[in-house]
C-alpha cells in the first residue's frame, strides 16, 4: 500500500495500462510536455513518447473523433477533456460515434475509448470549468459512465475502464484530486470490484444516501455528523452511473426504508430523479417516506463567491435526511 | 482572393484523350481493356442506383441517396485504392462501396431499414458510410494517425461532400491530418448542391483553395473525368504512401438527380443548369473515346449491358429477399458485454411479447388483447 493523492493514483493507473497494452495511447490538449492542467498525465509522455501520449491541438470534437479512427484501427484512446465545460464541442462525436458505432455495425467494430472529464465545482474557477454534464451521457445508450470517489478506485477503474471494450467516460471530481489516500498497486483490476457496481461506504440502518464522486466524501461526512444525533445513514458510492447497480441500492433501501440522493449536478433530468424514480418502481412498499434529492440548482453553475450555496454541503444533505426521516427541517409545513 | 485554378481534364466532355504531361504518367497503365472495364464499372453504377431508386419508388426502401452523375469521381477514386487502403465515406458513395467488392445486398440493407450497418467493414476495408455531414473526416484522420503508428503504408480516405466543408469536423479533420501529417485523403465530391444549397453559399473560394490554408497541399480535378480522378488519387496516394502527408482532392461534379429520394430539385434548381451538366456526363465521355478508339464493339457493349442487368436483377432480388430482423434484436450489440440496464428492459420486453403467446401477433401494432 502506498499513500498517494488522487491525481497520482490515476497517474499511475493509466501507467499500467500503457505498460500492459502497447494498444493503449493517450491523446488531449496540454497533457504531453506540460503533464495536464492537474498534472494527471505528469511524465507519461517522457516514458512513452509523443506516439503514446500525444499532445494534440485545441480541438475537442477532433480529439474524440480521430479516438474513433484510432479504435477502429484497433486501438484503445484514452482521451482527456480538459474541463468539464469543454466537451460540449465533443458531444456529437461522442453521442452520434463514440456511443453507437458498436451498435451500428452489428458488433463489427469495437469503439474501447476512455473519456476522462475532470468535472464538478468547489476549486474557485470560472464559468465552463465545474460543471456537472453526466446526465447528458447517462441518457446515451452505448456509453458507460463512471465516476470514482478515492484513490484507490481512482487507479483501479481507470485500468478497468480502458480494459473494456466498451467506450467509458470516466469522471474525475476534481475538487478531489489533491486528496490523499491508500491505494494497493499490486491490485489486479480484473479481480477487483467492477466499475459497475456500487458499494455501501458505510453501513447504517435509519437513510440510504447515495452519492458518487465528489459528494461521496461529503456523505460519509454527513453520516458520521448524523451519527451524533443517533441517526444511522448507509452511504452507497454509486461509482457507475450508467448502468446504475440498483441491485445494491435496492438492497439497501429495503432495510433503511428511506432514500436520500445528493449529486451536484441540477435536479431535474437529473441522475437523482433516474435513482429515486427506479427505487420507487422496484420497492415502493418497503418506502417509508418520499425519496428526497439534494442537488444543485438548475441554474447554469454560479460565480464562485457563491458556488457553495450551489453545491450540496453536509448540512443540506442533513437537512434531506432529516426530510426523509420526517424529523423537522426546512421544509416543515410545506405540502408537497 | 484565390486563383481560379483549372480543372485537371485527361478526357474531354467529347470523348477526346488530352495530353497532360503532369498526370498522364500517373494512368500510363490504363490501356484499352482497363478502359472498357472503367466503362463497365460506371455503367453497372448507374445501374444500381436506377434500380435503387426505383425499389424506393415501389416501397422497397426507406429512402435512397442517388449519385447520377457522380459515378466518375467514385470509379475513379475508388479503383486507384489498394485493398489495405480505409475508407471512410459518406452515404453516397455506393458507387465506392462496389469498387471496394460489398456485396450487391448489403448496398439496400441500410435503406431498407434492416440494419445500421450494411457490412462489416473490415471485410472490405470500408467504414460504415456516414450520415452526419463530415463526422468521417476525423475518423479517416484518427485511422491514419494508427496507420502512422504502426509503421504500414497503406492509406485513409475519406470522402464528404462540398457541403461538408462548413462542418467544423471538417476543418478539424484537416487541422489535425497536417499537424501530424497523417496518411489520408481527403476526397471532396463538390456536386455543387447540398440539399438545396448551392456550392457558393458554402464557400466564396475555390473548395480546393480552402486546404492550402491548413497547409495541405490540393488538387482540382474534372470529377466527371474516370482518368483524370484516377490520376489525381493515385498522386495523393502515392504521396501519403511516402511519408507525404495528406492531400486534398476536390473533384468538381454534378450530383444530377435529388439529394434523396425525399427531394425535389425543381423548386431549387434551373433545368439550364443540369443541360449544361448533362452535356459533361461521365459516361458518355468514355464511351465517346472508347467509339473514337474502335473499342465500343457489340461484343463489349453486350457484355456491359448484360453486366448491369444482372446487377440489377440481383440487387432487386437481394433486397426484396431480405429477411426482416427479429424483434429482440434491437437489443444486440448496444453493448459488448452484459448491461444490467438493458438487461433488466430487454428481459421485460420478451416477457411482454411472449404474452401474446403467437409470436406473429407480437408484432402486430393492434396487438392480441
Known amino acids: 500500500m502506498t499513500q498517494m493523492t488522487f491525481a497520482r493514483a490515476i497517474n499511475s493507473g493509466l501507467r499500467k495500462s500503457l505498460e500492459n497494452d502497447p494498444k493503449v495511447i493517450l491523446m488531449g490538449e496540454d497533457i504531453g510536455t506540460l503533464g495536464g492542467v492537474f498534472r494527471v498525465t505528469d511524465g507519461l509522455q517522457k516514458d512513452f513518447g509523443t506516439h503514446r501520449v500525444v499532445d494534440t491541438p485545441l480541438a475537442e470534437s477532433a480529439i474524440m473523433g480521430t479516438a474513433v479512427g484510432l479504435a477502429y484501427r484497433g486501438y484503445r484512446p484514452v482521451v482527456e477533456i480538459q474541463f468539464d465545460g469543454f466537451i460540449y464541442p465533443a458531444f456529437d462525436q461522442i453521442v452520434s460515434q463514440v456511443a453507437k458505432l458498436h451498435y451500428r455495425t452489428q458488433g463489427a467494430v469495437k469503439m474501447p475509448i476512455t473519456i476522462r472529464v475532470p468535472f464538478g465545482g468547489g476549486i474557485g474557477s470560472p464559468e465552463h470549468h465545474s460543471e456537472s454534464p453526466e446526465a447528458y451521457f447517462t441518457h446515451t445508450s452505448g456509453l458507460r459512465v463512471v465516476s470514482v470517489s478515492n484513490p484507490q478506485d481512482a487507479y483501479t477503474v481507470i485500468q478497468q475502464a480502458i480494459l473494456s471494450d466498451d467506450p467509458v467516460l470516466y469522471f474525475e471530481p476534481k475538487r478531489r484530486y489533491h486528496?490523499?489516500?491508500?491505494?494497493?498497486?499490486?491490485?489486479?483490476?480484473?479481480?477487483?470490484?467492477?466499475?459497475?457496481?456500487?458499494?455501501?461506504?458505510?453501513?447504517?440502518?435509519?437513510?440510504?444516501?447515495?452519492?458518487?464522486?465528489?459528494?461521496?466524501?461529503?456523505?460519509?461526512?454527513?453520516?458520521?455528523?448524523?451519527?451524533?444525533?443517533?441517526?444511522?445513514?448507509?452511504?452507497i458510492d454509486l461509482r457507475s452511473l450508467a448502468p446504475v447497480d440498483y441491485a445494491t441500492v435496492e438492497a439497501s433501501v429495503r432495510k433503511t426504508g428511506r432514500l436520500v440522493v445528493t449529486h451536484e449536478a441540477g435536479q431535474s433530468g437529473g441522475l437523482g430523479a433516474e435513482v429515486a424514480a427506479s427505487i420507487t418502481e422496484r420497492c415502493f412498499y418497503h418506502l417509508e417516506a418520499a425519496p428526497v434529492r439534494i442537488?444543485?440548482?438548475?441554474?447554469?453553475?454560479?460565480?464562485?463567491?457563491?458556488?457553495?450555496?450551489?453545491?450540496?454541503?453536509?448540512?443540506?444533505?442533513?437537512?434531506?435526511?432529516?426530510?426523509?426521516?420526517?424529523?423537522?427541517?426546512?421544509?416543515?409545513?410545506?405540502?408537497? | 482572393m484565390s486563383t481560379d485554378r483549372n480543372l485537371i481534364q485527361l478526357i474531354t466532355p467529347a470523348g477526346e484523350r488530352i495530353s497532360h504531361p503532369e498526370?498522364?504518367?500517373?494512368?500510363?497503365?490504363?490501356?484499352?481493356?482497363?478502359?472498357?472495364?472503367?466503362y463497365e464499372d460506371l455503367t453497372v453504377i448507374r445501374r444500381i442506383d436506377v434500380e435503387a431508386t426505383a425499389l424506393q419508388r415501389q416501397g422497397e426502401l426507406g429512402l435512397w441517396p442517388p449519385l447520377l452523375g457522380q459515378e466518375a469521381a467514385q470509379v475513379g477514386s475508388?479503383?486507384?485504392?489498394?485493398?489495405?487502403?480505409?475508407?471512410?465515406?459518406?452515404?453516397?458513395?455506393?458507387?465506392?462501396?462496389?469498387?471496394?467488392?460489398?456485396?450487391?445486398?448489403?448496398?439496400?440493407?441500410?435503406?431498407?431499414?434492416?440494419?445500421?450497418?450494411?457490412?462489416?467493414?473490415?471485410?472490405?476495408?470500408?467504414?460504415?458510410?456516414?450520415?452526419?455531414?463530415?463526422?468521417?473526416?476525423?475518423?479517416?484522420?484518427?485511422?491514419?494517425?494508427?496507420?502512422?503508428?504502426?509503421?504500414?503504408?497503406?492509406?485513409?480516405?475519406?470522402?464528404?461532400?462540398?457541403?461538408?466543408?462548413?462542418?467544423?469536423?471538417?476543418?478539424?479533420?484537416?487541422?489535425?491530418?497536417?499537424?501530424?501529417?497523417?496518411?489520408?485523403?481527403?476526397?471532396?465530391?463538390?456536386?455543387?448542391?447540398?440539399?438545396?444549397?448551392?456550392?457558393?453559399?458554402?464557400?466564396?473560394?475555390?473548395?480546393?483553395?480552402?486546404?492550402?490554408?491548413?497547409?495541405?497541399?490540393?488538387?482540382?480535378?474534372?470529377?466527371?473525368?474516370?482518368?483524370?480522378?484516377?490520376?489525381?488519387?493515385?498522386?495523393?496516394?502515392?504521396?501519403?504512401?511516402?511519408?507525404?502527408?495528406?492531400?486534398?482532392?476536390?473533384?468538381?461534379?454534378?450530383?444530377?438527380g435529388p439529394h434523396t429520394t425525399a427531394d425535389d430539385p425543381t423548386r431549387y434548381r434551373d433545368a439550364n443548369e443540369l443541360e449544361d451538366w448533362a452535356a459533361k456526363d461521365p459516361i458518355q465521355r468514355v464511351k465517346a473515346l472508347l467509339e473514337r478508339k474502335g473499342l465500343l464493339t457489340d461484343q463489349v457493349r453486350q457484355h456491359v449491358h448484360d453486366k448491369a442487368e444482372a446487377v440489377a436483377r440481383d440487387i432487386r432480388s437481394g433486397c426484396i429477399g431480405m429477411p426482416d430482423p427479429e424483434p429482440m434484436d434491437i437489443f444486440k450489440h448496444v453493448y459488448s458485454g452484459p448491461n444490467s440496464w438493458l438487461d433488466r428492459q430487454q428481459d421485460h420486453y420478451a416477457r411482454y411479447l411472449d404474452s401474446f403467446g403467437d409470436p406473429a401477433g407480437a408484432t402486430s401494432e393492434e396487438g392480441a388483447r
Open chain 1, 295 to 336: 442537488t444543485g440548482f438548475d441554474i447554469p453553475y454560479p460565480y464562485s463567491k457563491l458556488e457553495m450555496h450551489h453545491l450540496p454541503g453536509l448540512d443540506r444533505i442533513l437537512d434531506g435526511v432529516d426530510r426523509a426521516l420526517g424529523r423537522p427541517n426546512s421544509l416543515s409545513g410545506l405540502e408537497g
Open chain 2, 78 to 256: 475508388g479503383r486507384a485504392l489498394r485493398e489495405d487502403d480505409f475508407v471512410f465515406s459518406s452515404y453516397r458513395e455506393n458507387g465506392v462501396a462496389y469498387c471496394r467488392g460489398v456485396d450487391l445486398t448489403d448496398i439496400t440493407r441500410v435503406w431498407r431499414g434492416t440494419a445500421s450497418s450494411g457490412w462489416d467493414p473490415y471485410t472490405v476495408n470500408m467504414a460504415t458510410p456516414q450520415i452526419i455531414i463530415g463526422a468521417q473526416t476525423l475518423h479517416a484522420t484518427g485511422y491514419a494517425m494508427g496507420i502512422q503508428n504502426d509503421g504500414a503504408d497503406s492509406v485513409a480516405v475519406t470522402y464528404f461532400g462540398d457541403g461538408a466543408t462548413s462542418e467544423g469536423d471538417v476543418n478539424e479533420a484537416m487541422v489535425f491530418a497536417a499537424s501530424f501529417q497523417a496518411p489520408v485523403v481527403f476526397f471532396c465530391s463538390n456536386n455543387h448542391w447540398a440539399i438545396s444549397e448551392p456550392v457558393r453559399l458554402q464557400s466564396h473560394i475555390q473548395i480546393a483553395d480552402r486546404a492550402t490554408g491548413f497547409g495541405i497541399p490540393s488538387l482540382r480535378v474534372d470529377g466527371n473525368d474516370v482518368l483524370a480522378v484516377m490520376a489525381a488519387t493515385r498522386v495523393a496516394l502515392d504521396r501519403a504512401r511516402h511519408g507525404g502527408g495528406p492531400t486534398f482532392i476536390e473533384a468538381v461534379t454534378y450530383r444530377m
Open chain 1, 179 to 235: 486528496d490523499k489516500g491508500e491505494v494497493d498497486e499490486g491490485i489486479d483490476p480484473g479481480a477487483a470490484l467492477p466499475m459497475d457496481s456500487a458499494r455501501v461506504v458505510t453501513a447504517g440502518t435509519d437513510v440510504t444516501l447515495v452519492a458518487y464522486g465528489p459528494l461521496v466524501k461529503t456523505a460519509k461526512d454527513a453520516a458520521t455528523a448524523a451519527a451524533d444525533e443517533g441517526i444511522s445513514i448507509e452511504v
Open chain 2, 23 to 38: 498526370f498522364d504518367p500517373w494512368v500510363k497503365d490504363i490501356g484499352d481493356e482497363q478502359l472498357c472495364s472503367l
